[in-house]
């Protein structure tokens, strides 16, 4: 039997891991997936119940299990709180607490979507692209780090610190997913400038050997910021550090028309990970059946075929999806301004896909 813990977390968290669970427990059925499920607190629900954003007895939960599922972290309730307590600090502490060093990002655009973006249809045509981003270095982690004042001047000071094993690993990453894809590996840097991203050249490229079969360019981060919007189709694999992937990764997944039909997965060595939809919170809309949950439910999609190995699943549940949104079903997010279109919310969205499995 498989385990899976789900982490609702905050704002439209809860909604859209609902409707996600129901999914997968439709295609476990369906497969023949023994799987029980197990729920906790994270982010500002935990600092609510709890006084903590990320408690020790939720990270041994999911580290006796085989894939956590986890909605958002955060919002303005709890914005004014110190940043070492606050929602986001849960997020980033169970993903150094589980190992999970890799983040997959893939920004596909669904035929039936292709008019959403604010690109013109024909560039953003055909875009099938997957970010790795290393998760757990950087200069997010990096010491030291603070805040302080000098000379009679506040300053604040972050370091940005990777060593060779730390790049190997994740660049081992970006080289097998290239290889399920279309052989061709991005690197993204700025090593004009930083001395860190030098090294990170040093080693993509002696890992790159291990990999004949796949093409590797390198590709300063501000000009890769700009290829992303005026030509996104040449990318398939882009492989960088922690801060460039957090930023790149998130214009990536807009430039496909939505933040809420974006997966991702987070790995640890050897197959566990946390799944996860790219959209925030969005307090704004929680608790309003608007939220659109098919990033929850393409995440889903994820933690089938990497940490169940049910790659059939994983595809009778993107099938699921892109029949849907043929059909003409949207959520909020997904409807152009002045376009004459039906909105559907949260609830009903889960229960097309579900009666789209359930026609198969």
Same mark, same amino acid.
């Given at each position: 039997m498989d385990r899976i813990v789900l982490l609702p977390g905050d704002g439209i968290g809860p909604e859209v891991v609902v409707e996600a669970r129901r999914v997968l427990e439709t295609v476990a059925s369906a497969q023949g997936l023994d799987l &029980?499920?197990?729920?906790? @607190?994270? %982010? %500002?629900?935990s600092i609510d119940a709890h006084g903590s954003p990320l408690r020790d007895e939720v990270i041994d939960l999911c580290r006796e299990s085989s894939a956590v599922l986890l909605g958002a972290v955060g919002g303005p309730k709890w914005d004014a709180m110190a940043v070492d307590v606050r929602p986001e600090k849960g997020l980033l502490g169970i993903r150094k607490a589980l190992g999970l060093f890799a983040n997959l990002r893939p920004a596909a655009v669904i035929p039936a979507l292709a008019d959403a973006s604010t690109l013109r249809p024909e560039v953003v045509e055909g875009i099938d692209l997957l970010v790795v981003r290393e998760l757990t270095g950087g200069i997010y982690f990096g010491e030291p780090r603070g805040r302080g004042e000098e000379g009679g001047k506040r300053r604040g000071? #972050? +370091?940005?610190?990777?060593?060779?094993? &730390?790049?190997?690993?994740? +660049?081992? /990453?970006a080289f097998e997913q290239a290889r399920l894809r279309r052989n061709h590996v991005t690197h993204v840097h700025?090593? #004009? /400038? @930083?001395d860190v991203c030098q090294l990170w050249m040093d080693v993509v490229e002696e890992v790159a050997k291990d990999y004949p079969d796949v093409t590797l360019a390198h590709q300063l981060v501000d000009s890769c910021a700009m290829l992303l919007v005026r030509d996104p189709g040449r990318f398939d694999v882009m492989v960088t550090g922690n801060l460039f992937g957090d930023i790149l990764s998130d214009q990536a997944a807009e430039i496909t028309g939505s933040l809420g039909m974006l997966p991702s997965a987070s790995l640890a060595t050897g197959g566990f990970g946390l799944y996860e939809p790219v959209h925030g919170s969005a307090p704004d809309i929680a608790g309003q059946d608007k939220a659109n949950p098919l990033a929850a439910i393409l995440s889903v999609a994820m933690l089938l075929e990497t940490s169940l190995a049910c790659p059939a699943g994983a595809a009778a549940v993107r099938g699921a999806v892109s029949h849907v949104l043929a059909a003409g079903h949207r959520t909020g997010d997904l409807v152009l301004e002045g376009e004459a279109r039906e909105v559907i919310g949260c609830r009903e969205m889960g229960r097309q896909v579900l009666a789209a499995l359930e026609a198969k």
């Open positions: &029980e499920f197990a729920e906790e @607190l994270i %982010g %500002g629900a000071w #972050n +370091t940005m610190v990777y060593d060779e094993d &730390e790049v190997a690993r994740i +660049t081992r /990453v700025k090593a #004009n /400038v @930083l």
